[in-house]
């Protein structure tokens, strides 16, 4: 997404007509979920069933690859399953409906490209991976290498990526290893390491027990590296309309 606004006067002399216009780029990402070992598990995997599926994967700040803590991996996977069973797929205009279609076929094929190499790599197909029409199954791959495309670009479909992590350095180094720095959260119990978490990844929002998809117009919106320049929000549009004033007394 790319935000100006508008050009403006900025002074009554030799600066008038002089007007500017800030860029804001918001340019997408592949948000990570960690999952560490003290984390309500249960609330977890309905949680990111529910960030990763939504708009059927389709929002830049969509859960797309989740870290699991290794004693924690299976329980949680199986939890995170049962949570998508529940889902239903179809008409995005029907009530009961949990995830929609897809922008168009090019895009559902793209993903089923990118799920293909993932599982060929050596990942493992939980759920999902095909597709009728614009109409994709939620997908959950397994331990695939981080190398794949499926991890490490945006696939902005309904894919989650799921790694074994043995502790949160090698979760957050993982979550680091992109060019996209948009959003991530982490699941604990453990306010050390949530904030440990908020200190070291490189991304411009982190939830602490939710999804990285939630976003509030409140709170500044933008990302690192490739993701983006700039934040969006209520206060960064109000400094944007403001031109401050300095003033020197000399007395």
């Known amino acids: 997404m790319v935000s100006f606004t508008g050009s403006r006067e900025v002074g009554m002399g030799l600066g008038a007509r ?13 948000a990570a979920a960690i999952v560490c070992s003290t984390a309500d598990l249960d609330d977890a995997a309905g949680l990111i069933a529910r960030g990763g599926f939504s708009l059927a994967g389709q929002i830049c700040i969509s859960v797309q690859r989740v870290l699991t803590f290794r004693q924690i991996h299976e329980r949680f ?12 797929v179809g008409n995005q205009l029907d009530e009961d ?14 993903a ?13 197909l939980l759920t999902g991976g095909n597709h009728e029409g614009t109409l994709f199954q939620p997908t959950v791959i397994d331990n695939p290498p981080t190398t794949v ?4 670009e945006e696939i902005f479909a309904p894919v989650i990526v799921v790694h074994e992590v043995g502790s949160l350095d090698e979760a957050i180094g993982i ?4 060019a996209y720095g948009l959003q991530a959260g982490i699941f604990t119990s453990d306010m050390r390491e949530a904030f ?21 117009d409140l709170a500044p919106y933008g ?11 209520v206060r960064f549009a109000i400094e944007e309309m403001t031109e401050p004033k300095s003033v020197v007394f000399r007395l």
């Not at 409906?97 to 793209?110: E, F, L, S, Y």
């Not at 979550?175 to 992109?178: F, I, M, R, V």
């Open 77 to 88: 996977v199986e939890k995170l399953l049962e949570a998508i069973s529940k889902m239903k």
């Open 149 to 152: 495309r499926a991890s490490r």
């Open 97 to 110: 409906t949990d995830i929609g279609p897809m922008i168009d076929v090019a895009a559902a094929r793209k």
């Open 175 to 178: 979550a680091n290893d992109s």
């Open 223 to 233: 990302g690192m590296k490739q993701s983006g320049l700039g934040r969006e929000g």
């Open 196 to 216: 440990e978490a908020i200190r070291c990844l490189d991304v411009g929002g982190i939830t602490v027990n939710e999804v990285p998809t939630y976003r509030s």
């Open 18 to 30: 002089a007007g500017f216009k800030k860029i804001v780029l918001e340019l997408g990402g592949n």
């Open 112 to 124: 089923k490209q990118w799920v293909d190499e993932a599982v060929a790599a050596g990942g493992r």
